[in-house]
């Protein structure tokens, strides 16, 4: 470190831009700038830092739910740097779909962003909680394939769901298990609703889902330390340490999730004496998870190197199989998720950016089978199978996308390789390879109206692909009234898991179909956004309207089949020629910063299948609400934080198809959730408890009317929805320097 001349001491003063209000604990990076030497602060209880020297520095402020501060300070003299804050996510910086970061506000692409205040405002320790809450999302639970969603009608098949950009595999039943995915080292999470499939190609015609991981920019020091208990019998504990130090930065993370398993099942007798039933809706598992990643910051390339790890125990207790004996078969499933992911990014002279990302992804997973003599206490191994994946993805990016230039664009490539193996794949090893071309091009007419085409030509080694075109138009009415629209020719070929892979177990009994046809689609999105954020007010709202049209072909159905000589039906995935859904939502946002904020949002989503293309009315659709309502109040004397959060799901319908192609309805009865949560803050903010309530309606399944739950699980006349209701306590402690 050079050497420093001090003299007279000069500070740095932060405050609220909105409030001028100080803001205490903000972290203060200072840079000099003939070296690399940096010197990290913490601000005081009222705000303030030292400036270190008596030299022309760059200063970077950062805190929790404000935009970052940089700029070059000048010697000799007290400075007061105002932090605005991100109180909507106009301001947010977001990657999805885009070539650069940009802001929110900027982006062509309608991105919704939960950051994390949203994240510990609920609660949420995995995907399927924070995604509980999201207007025209619906959650569906099966006891051993995990939480999968339906984003405007179309299912988890047709969202991509990424980390970092590289996209998650594991699709069980075929769809990923959104209780899997833990959030314990998650900045934000982007959601970009609406047809992506030039950017990302199969899995993308309804949105994607991009979870973006924390990152230490500014701190020379971190480390933090996680416990979460839930009374229905989860204990969770996570931490992390990070460090950076001049180009270098460095993180490592890890945590234990434990949860007991539940059910409501009435007890059973046996023989003469009455039982508790062995059989839990919600079965019983342990997940361990590690995180690492190192990255190598130079002024004009960045290097990272990201690695995770899932493994996954989850125990199927089977019911008593004898009226006289204690016996039955119980199923143990092993899943294991590995990724590591390199990037490159490199500025190629004053406008041009290189970006080149490639992963490898390993799943597998493994069901045993034991059939247990409770009497004599022996197991005996029936069955054991293993299904094991590897992907690659390599994707190259070079353009000069930027939101202020008349012209840009971004042109790349995207190869994907999958293969699988194991005693439950059609010949015991397929594999699957996509590898596309796709370009581009933003047009600014002026500063009001943007558009931008795009294309992307694909090869698929199983399936013809053909050209998929989009375009994206982005058109500033007003200064602070927005509007955006996108169509999409979509497309997704069927995955390994639905034409070559077997799932059956005790429970399932899911059959691979080696002739489906691929999905087409014509996906179209529009939405509309007024905010009144200006400098100064404290009291300001903001309004979304949006609309959504979705015209698919082909698209992939697991449908019920009844087989001759069979007691039970299986699952098998099949193609119904049109399947369409339309609807909108709207959304209203209040705040009054910073002591209170109050959000609600009311969707509805229509669906309408069938296996003719005859043209169909709007009264042929089955329609869908939901309402989605978040009040959060500051405290500020006591600095405390209350959330109160209610969702209102609707009356809702899945399509059941019989083994003669007749489609049925299936109706999930509507039903209300609410939670809970307190937030405060000690010492300095390093230790935070949080605590509450969930499922305040005591919920745990609603009624089904028709063939069943809709998924492949067998089932009574009841889908599971939660645990009842819980009571749950988070302590975390963060350590900065």
Request: with cysteine.
């Amino acid at each position: 470190m050079s050497s420093m001349i001090f003299g007279q001491e000069h500070t740095i003063r932060v405050v609220d831009f909105k409030s001028n209000e100080t803001i205490p604990y903000a972290h203060v990076c200072f840079e000099e700038l003939e070296s690399d030497s940096k010197y990290y602060m913490v601000t005081t209880k009222d705000g303030v830092a030292n400036i270190p020297g008596n030299r022309e520095l760059i200063v970077a402020v950062s805190f929790v739910g404000y935009k970052a501060y940089i700029d070059t300070i000048k010697p000799g003299k007290d400075y007061t740097i105002e932090l605005y804050p991100k109180v909507f996510d106009i301001d947010q910086v977001v990657v999805t779909a885009n070539f650069t970061p940009q802001k929110a506000d900027q982006s062509i692409y309608n991105v919704k962003v939960i950051d994390r205040r949203d994240i510990d405002m609920k609660a949420a320790t995995n995907l399927s909680d924070i995604m509980a809450n999201v207007v025209n999302v619906k959650l569906k639970h099966d006891p051993a394939l995990g939480t999968s969603l339906r984003l405007k009608g179309l299912s988890g098949n047709n969202v991509k769901i990424l980390i970092d950009g590289v996209p998650i595999i594991g699709r069980v039943g075929g769809n990923i298990d959104l209780s899997q995915l833990n959030l314990y080292n998650i900045d934000h999470i982007e959601l970009v609703e609406g047809p992506l499939s030039v950017i990302y190609g199969s899995n993308a015609l309804a949105g994607a889902i991009n979870i973006i991981t924390k990152e230490n920019e500014y701190s020379k020091l971190t480390a933090r330390a996680n416990t979460y208990y839930e009374s229905v019998g989860t204990y969770n504990v996570d931490g992390g340490i990070s460090s950076k130090h001049g180009k270098h930065s460095f993180a490592l993370s890890g945590g234990r999730n434990f949860f007991g398993g539940f059910s409501d099942q009435d007890d059973i007798i046996v023989g003469n004496n009455v039982v508790e039933d062995r059989y839990s809706e919600w079965k019983p598992k342990e997940q361990y998870n590690a995180d690492l990643y190192y990255t190598l910051n130079n002024k004009r390339n960045k290097l990272k190197y990201q690695s995770s790890f899932m493994r996954e125990r989850l125990q199927s207790k089977g019911s008593l199989q004898s009226p006289q004996y204690y016996t039955a078969f119980d199923d143990w499933f092993y899943s294991t998720r590995f990724t590591n992911r390199l990037e490159f990014t490199q500025k190629i002279g004053a406008e041009y950016t290189l970006n080149m990302l490639g992963s490898h992804s390993y799943y597998q997973r493994r069901n045993t089978t034991y059939f247990m003599d409770l009497d004599q206490l022996t197991s005996t191994l029936t069955n054991e199978d293993t299904t094991k994946f590897n992907a690659f993805v390599y994707r190259l990016l070079i353009g000069n996308s930027n939101p202020e230039k008349k012209l840009s664009f971004v042109t790349g490539i995207d190869l994907n390789y999958e293969m699988a193996t194991g005693e439950k794949i059609l010949d015991n090893e397929k594999e699957l390879g996509d590898y596309a071309v796709f370009t581009s091009v933003m047009y600014k007419f002026n500063e009001q109206i943007s558009v931008q085409p795009g294309i992307r030509l694909a090869y698929n080694s199983q399936y013809d692909v053909p050209p998929v075109p989009s375009i994206n138009v982005k058109w500033n009415i007003l200064p602070r009234l927005t509007a955006r629209a996108s169509y999409a020719r979509g497309y997704r070929a069927p995955s390994l898991k639905e034409l070559y892979i077997y799932f059956v177990d005790i429970n399932h009994n899911i059959q691979p179909n080696e002739n489906l046809k691929a999905e087409h689609g014509n996906n179209f999105d529009f939405a509309l956004k007024f905010n009144t954020d200006r400098d100064k007010k404290l009291h300001y709202s903001q309004v979304e309207l949006g609309a959504f049209y979705n015209d698919m072909s082909n698209i992939i159905y697991l449908a019920k089949r009844q087989l001759p000589d069979e007691k039970d039906p299986i699952y098998q995935y099949i193609n119904i020629v049109n399947y369409n859904t339309i609807g909108g939502q709207v959304s209203f946002q209040y705040n009054y910063y910073p002591y209170m904020n109050f959000a609600v949002s009311f969707g509805e989503t229509g669906t309408y299948s069938s296996f003719n293309g005859s043209k169909n009315s709007l009264s042929d659709y089955k329609f869908s609400p939901d309402l989605n309502v978040n009040v959060t109040n500051q405290i500020q004397k006591l600095g405390l934080s209350i959330t109160l959060s209610y969702k209102y799901t609707g009356k809702s319908y899945l399509y059941d198809v019989d083994e003669n192609d007749q489609i049925s309805l299936t109706t999930l009865a509507d039903y209300h959730n609410m939670d809970l949560t307190f937030i405060r803050k000690f010492f300095t903010n390093r230790l935070t408890i949080t605590a509450g309530v969930k499922n305040l309606f005591d919920n745990t399944s609603i009624d089904v009317i028709g063939g069943g739950t809709g998924t492949a699980h067998t089932s009574g006349d009841s889908s599971p929805i939660g645990y009842g209701r819980i009571y749950f306590a988070r302590l975390s402690y963060n350590i900065f320097k």
